[in-house]
């Protein structure tokens, strides 16, 4: 390498080395500086060496040596190119210097200090930068790619973070809502983390929430529910080893033994988990099921857990099943924590559907719901709120192989609260003033019996018109076989399939307010207003101040819990977004008494100003004002405070 190197230099003409040691080849050590000993040169002779003149050159030989330069010359930039080409991109070099890595070599030396970057909200939850992505395909693998990233960085989270990782995390879920290169999907997400806000308190924490917030985008996009239950084997935190537990290999031995011994594995403790609204939350039914043995393949739709299906669970059900010889299943609605919801045929009553809504069978012994339904269905009939109340059609107890279930026989509702919230339709003051006052005078039915309901929420509110349900309002079946783990004892447990909802969504998005009828649903956390001991099922989010404390309480719950739902329905988000995903009964309600304390220091006009800014701008000045006025009457901090519901139908917003 060096010989032929020397003996490249040394054809090389004077001038060409002179511009070499000169050019930024030289000074980045490509040519190195001992191989160009330039000859003496005639500006640099010594007197002892100063040449005599040459002799001179004959004129028929000027022209020969003229094309001899020319030849000369070309040799000579061929020689210098192909020394070029062989320095520059064919000889090995080392990794290149920092310098030169850099893009656009700017001014590489390190600033005497870091500027402080301060993020606030409006950065963090701003709209979204990125245009929409049209090609579905790239949508699809950036989705699914984007999800294992997700889940990835969950999983790797500390497990106790400082107040600096959390916050680091918090911020970064957010901006990189803003920024998810799908413009349309990142709206979404957004909308999703109002309603949900990230949950940073671990590793278990942060997971969970990951999943829970996987699940809510699978079901807006009626796709398979995906295994909350399952995150350890596919997105290990590889941290193990760091801990002091088991490497990677031991921890993938650790799953597959317990694969063979068909046992589910759950790491970190378990975490209170509770959806703000309150309904059923994916992990919560996983949560129930971690500590059984496996007896099945994991389904990849979204129904109820398959492992529930067992003695003291649900019973299994298949279309054409005829329950108390009169109501023939025909499809299936929901499920729940504690039971199924099917649409069944009432042979009786030819072409008329009901909701057929089938218990667990180790709660159906002892649930006060029947007990409470019944007393509904024989009050007061010409109270004006019985309408608002859904009435219990039938019920009946059904031996299966579980167990004895508590069945309900209900009529058909076509779309809740919850659904209508998502839809993020802005809501008009006609709109909201109609639902409400058909909620408060359901709401007063239940009060003047001598009830309280418990677990107002948007699930629970629920929305139909004043016609009938017919079979074709429901979508077509989708089934998944139920298949047994090898070794597993077949029994009659569990049915042949499990299939995905048919409930229509969508069906009341454009109707008008004055044809729809609203009733207060699911008696399941109902109490008597005697039973001051027990305490309610009020989801987090819509707890009122003394239900926090081991306090008293009465029906005045109700009203703080109106309160939050009729914000909701008004301006499609909580007034209080709260996700309990990882955090302890106790942590969750200092959260919520933090953020009372602020709306009580605010008061009712910073209160106005909030509900505005969240609702149409042509909803009115003298509208948002009676609003606010209704709703600041239900959220006192003394129960003593709120208004009665008899009051408050008397409120001028609910009687213009």
């Given at each position: 390498m060096h010989l032929t190197r020397e003996i490249i230099i040394s054809k090389l003409p004077a001038a060409i080395i002179l511009k070499l040691k000169t050019s930024h080849l030289f000074r980045a050590g490509i040519f190195p500086a001992h191989e160009f000993q330039l000859p003496p040169q005639p500006w640099n002779r010594t007197p002892g060496n100063i040449a005599f003149p040459q002799p001179s050159v004959p004129d028929h030989c000027k022209a020969d040596m003229a094309n001899r330069q020319i030849t000369r010359r070309i040799t000579i930039s061929a020689a210098i190119s192909l020394c070029l080409i062989f320095f520059l991109f064919i000889r090995p070099q080392g990794p290149p210097s920092p310098a030169i890595r850099a893009p656009g070599h700017i001014d590489h030396s390190a600033p005497a200090s870091v500027p402080a970057i301060t993020i606030h909200d409006s950065t963090l939850k701003g709209d979204v930068v990125m245009p929409k992505l049209g090609n579905e395909t790239v949508k699809a693998e950036l989705g699914r790619a984007t999800w294992k990233y997700f889940h990835t960085v969950m999983a790797r989270f500390p497990e106790t973070p400082t107040d600096d990782q959390k916050e680091a995390l918090r911020s970064y879920i957010y901006l990189f809502a803003r920024l998810y290169p799908c413009g349309e999907c990142a709206e979404h997400f957004q909308q999703h983390l109002k309603k949900y806000p990230p949950q940073v308190s671990s590793r278990n924490a942060a997971s969970g929430w990951a999943c829970f917030i996987h699940n809510e985008v699978n079901a807006m996009l009626d796709k398979p529910e995906f295994d909350c239950a399952n995150l350890g084997d596919f997105y290990d935190c590889g941290c193990k080893e760091d801990e002091g537990g088991k490497g990677e290999e031991g921890s993938a031995a650790s799953r597959s033994d317990a694969a063979k011994e068909g046992t589910r594995q759950h790491d970190g403790p378990a975490v209170e988990i509770s959806k703000e609204d309150g309904t059923d939350a994916p992990g919560a039914i996983i949560e129930s099921v971690m500590s059984r043995t496996r007896r099945f393949e994991r389904i990849h739709y979204v129904v109820e857990p398959v492992e529930e299906y067992r003695a003291g669970g649900y019973h299994p059900v298949h279309l054409e099943d005829t329950f108390h010889d009169r109501y023939r299943i025909v499809g299936k609605w929901a499920y729940g924590q504690f039971s199924t919801?099917?649409?069944?045929?009432?042979?009786?009553?030819?072409?008329?559907?009901?909701?057929l809504k089938i218990l667990k069978a180790d709660i159906s012994s002892n649930s006060q719901e029947s007990s409470i339904l019944q007393h509904l269905s024989e009050a007061d009939t010409h109270h004006?709120?019985?309408?608002?109340?859904?009435?219990?059609?039938?019920?009946?107890?059904?031996e299966g192989p579980n167990g004895l279930h508590l069945c309900l026989v209900f009529p058909v509702m076509m779309s809740d609260g919850e659904e209508i919230t998502m839809q993020q339709e802005p809501r008009f003051p006609d709109y909201v003033r109609e639902i409400s006052k058909q909620i408060l005078l359901g709401l007063k039915y239940l009060h003047d019996q001598g009830l309280i309901h418990g677990d107002l929420q948007p699930a629970n509110i629920l929305f139909t018109q004043n016609c009938d349900f017919t079979s074709d309002m429901f979508k077509e079946p989708e089934f998944s076989p139920v298949k047994w783990l090898p070794g597993v004892e077949i029994d009659?447990?569990?049915?042949?399939?499990?299939?995905?909802?048919q409930r229509p969504y969508g069906m009341l998005a454009s109707a008008s307010s004055s044809t729809l009828l609203?009733?207060?649903?699911?008696?399941?956390?109902?109490?008597?207003?005697?039973?001051?001991?027990?305490?309610?099922?009020?989801?987090?989010?819509?707890?009122?101040?003394?239900?926090?404390?081991?306090?008293?309480?009465?029906?005045?719950?109700?009203?703080?819990?109106?309160?939050?739902?009729?914000?909701?329905?008004?301006?499609?988000?909580?007034?209080?977004?709260?996700?309990?995903?990882?955090?302890?009964?106790?942590?969750?309600h200092e959260l919520l008494r933090s953020l009372m304390r602020k709306l009580f220091e605010n008061g009712n006009q910073r209160f106005a100003v909030y509900l505005s800014e969240r609702?149409?701008?042509?909803?009115?000045?003298?509208?948002?004002?009676?609003?606010?006025?209704?709703?600041?009457?239900?959220?006192?901090?003394?129960?003593e405070d709120r208004e009665s519901t008899a009051r408050l139908l008397n409120h001028p917003f609910l009687v213009g």
């Open positions: 919801v099917w649409i069944a045929e009432d042979t009786r009553l030819l072409e008329r559907y009901v909701t004006p709120g019985k309408p608002h109340v859904l009435q219990l059609l039938d019920q009946f107890e059904h009659n447990s569990a049915p042949q399939y499990l299939m995905c909802s609203v009733k207060i649903g699911d008696m399941g956390g109902a109490m008597w207003n005697t039973q001051d001991k027990s305490r309610p099922v009020t989801p987090v989010a819509l707890r009122a101040p003394e239900l926090l404390q081991p306090h008293s309480w009465n029906e005045k719950a109700d009203i703080w819990a109106l309160g939050c739902l009729i914000f909701q329905l008004a301006t499609n988000e909580p007034l209080f977004p709260i996700l309990a995903w990882g955090c302890t009964t106790d942590e969750v609702l149409p701008t042509d909803f009115g000045k003298e509208n948002t004002e009676q609003l606010a006025n209704l709703l600041w009457s239900t959220l006192q901090e003394r129960p």
